[in-house]
């Protein structure tokens, strides 16, 4: 079972400056624009952001992890806990975003979904299938 996180306050109760919801440069920011550039090399070297896209990407990261933390630390509440555990932000991912990040958490094994195939999918199959013999 994971170890518990203490409930962190909402960045912003305690004095930091704030600038269209975004937390300073000197605040916590969990996507720094190194590290958005880095990101970004990995999957093209020669991609380029301008100043505007990397703005922009940072602070839908920002939104986006604030969001998750604000939801997930109401799902502990309902819980009636003071703690905000990985399963609360599991739930969140899941019931939100249609997201599983496997290895935290519960030990329950995820079924893999098989997509459903149509009938046409079947006959080109079956007419590939057929061509290879020949």
């Not at 109760?13 to 958005?36: F, T, Y």
């Not at 992890?65 to 502990?76: F, G, H, P």
Request: net charge neutral.
């Amino acid at each position: 079972m994971a170890t518990p996180s203490p409930v962190l306050p909402r960045p912003g109760g305690s004095g930091q400056n704030h600038s269209a919801g975004r937390i300073s440069p000197e605040g916590s920011q969990v996507l720094s624009k190194r590290r958005l550039q880095d990101l970004v090399r990995e999957i093209d070297p020669t991609e380029q952001l301008d100043d505007d896209v990397e703005e922009l990407l940072l602070q839908v990261a920002d939104d986006f992890i604030e969001n998750v933390v604000t939801s997930s630390c109401q799902l502990a509440k309902h819980r009636k806990s003071n703690t905000l555990e990985t399963k609360d932000v599991q739930m969140y991912l899941e019931r939100n975003w249609n997201m599983y990040i496997p290895g935290f958490g519960t030990d329950d094994i995820r079924p893999y979904k098989k997509a459903c195939t149509t009938e046409a999918h079947k006959q080109r199959m079956a007419l590939i299938r057929k061509t290879l013999k020949k």
